[in-house]
């Protein structure tokens, strides 16, 4: 029994004690945003973001709420050199506080970086303990370092929260979410391609690329011609759209609009608002919502495959012209939204599996488990067939009377 309190006393000694390489929170600089371009002579563009604590603490005059506190809650430090890692090195050398990863919650990488592949920078910051894996991912029209200097929340002090619950709350229908982990797992796969959000500034002229991608593809009433970004507004940094990746290299961007037609086939919407117009003018705005995932069947018996595609939905009347809704108005309603999402859901897919040769859906995973073996898998050469592949989409949408429900949702085939 001695022997056992002598151990319990040693060991209170020995948690009292002080060590110099133990730091305090504040000897820290907090990154919150990495930015990745290119440079010069070969080099990395490397901007750090940290988080201003005499901002975020308000232990300024002003405080870290104040009017002009919202630009101020990031110092922005941006440097070239041969590598990502190196580069904080550098910044641990210019700055009294030593650089801390742990609170990183997005890296952007430039759009050249891009379409040149960035899985060997996801890579590093995978094997880099600090990095959560997620850590969002990003893609800029411009630079990234213009992009960091421009994100000015004005509703949150702290920049960190501002960022997560931007990608992170459950109403950011129109914006992609795709972290580290997931870029790791999907990059090199042939089951499922990636998005990522495609970022820019609000108050400057987009890039020619990007301009030509969003007048392409015409949706309808919700669509690039009433763009999902805001007009005018304090905070010049906005999320475009999304960056489409085939394996991890870029090959080309869409509208906002166009990640809620790929949340519909992957069952993921919850509640966003959608407007449809009538043969007379008539707009309804509509509350959409998936009580059940898509049924989505990958045929790979014959050549080409085939894919049947059932969406159902359940929509609530927001918004309707002043006039009388009678139990035929309430089916025209329904024939016109599914008419309407056939069609667009048709036109994202033509143009990411026709055009852009890329499965952000996941068709691949589905038609995968059709084959016994991964030797059959294989031989059937999916990567090359994709592109060529047959869908027929169904939309069975159920519009909610006022007070009762029209139809029970029930998963049919058609």
Known sequence: MKKIVLIVVCFCFLLSGCSKSQREVDDYAYVIAIGIDKGENNNLKVTLSFANPNKIGGGSDKGGGSKDGGSENLINFTTESSGIFNSLNVANDNISKVVNLSHVKLIVFSKEIAK??????VDGFVRELR????????????????YLKKISPKLEVNPEKYINDLFEKEQTTFIVKTTLRDFYSFANSNVKDLCLPYLGSNDEEKSIEYK??????????????????PKDTENKSVVLGSAFFKGDKMVGTGSNVENLYNL????KVKDVSYSIE?????????????RMKPEIKIDTSSYLPKAKINIFLEADIMTIEDRSVSDNEYLKIEEKLNNDLKKNIEKYLDKTVRK???DTVGFGNKAKRNFLTWQNWEDYNWSEKFSNIMYEVNVDSSVIRFGLLNKSLQKTSK
């Open 212 to 229: 030509e991608d969003d007048k392409e593809m015409s949706y309808n009433i919700d669509d690039n011609e009433t763009s999902q970004t």
């Open 131 to 146: 990095v959560r894996p997620v850590t969002i991912l990003a893609v800029c029209d411009k630079e990234p370092d213009e």
């Open 116 to 121: 040149t592949g960035i899985l060997k920078y």
């Open 264 to 267: 519909l086939l992957m069952g």
């Open 278 to 290: 009538d043969e007379d003018g008539f707009i309804t705005e509509l509350s959409i919502t998936q």
């Open 356 to 358: 852009l040769k890329v």
